[in-house]
């Protein structure tokens, strides 16, 4: 069983940047990704990172301004997230699986999501 907490989501102008924490508890030998989700639309996979080589996967809109990185001593996963746009609003979630990838039902366990929004 894993418990995934995260925090570091609020109010920032467009340009700003903000890091996003997602701490795991239980079993953390996991492949680690992040997905967010805006009113009105469907999950979206943001960024994922491979436990077995560290191997880090992107979707485009935010490839060059995020990225995923993890704390092994802290079971912690981060989301460094630059150059904020307003589209980049909505609610990031981390997950965890024992498989990686952008689809959604790879992932076994959800945290409860952190709102993140860029003002214009």
């Known amino acids: 069983q894993v418990q995934l907490v995260e925090s570091g989501g609020g109010l920032v102008q467009a340009g700003g940047s903000l890091r996003l924490s997602c701490a795991a508890s239980?079993?953390?030998?996991?492949?680690m990704g992040w997905f967010r989700q805006a009113p009105g639309k469907e999950r979206e996979f943001v960024a994922a990172?491979?436990?077995?080589?560290?191997?880090?996967y992107y979707t485009d809109s935010v490839r060059g301004r995020f990225t995923i990185s993890r704390d092994n001593a802290k079971n912690t996963v981060y989301l460094q997230m630059k150059s904020l746009k307003p589209e980049d609003t909505a609610v990031y979630c981390c997950?965890?699986?024992?498989?990686?990838?952008?689809?959604?039902?790879?992932?076994?366990?959800w945290g409860q999501g952190t709102q993140v929004t860029v003002s214009s």
């Open positions: 239980g079993r953390t030998f996991y492949n």
């Open positions: 997950a965890a699986g024992l498989r990686t990838g952008s689809d959604p039902r790879r992932y076994d366990y």
């Open positions: 990172m491979q436990w077995s080589d560290g191997s880090k």
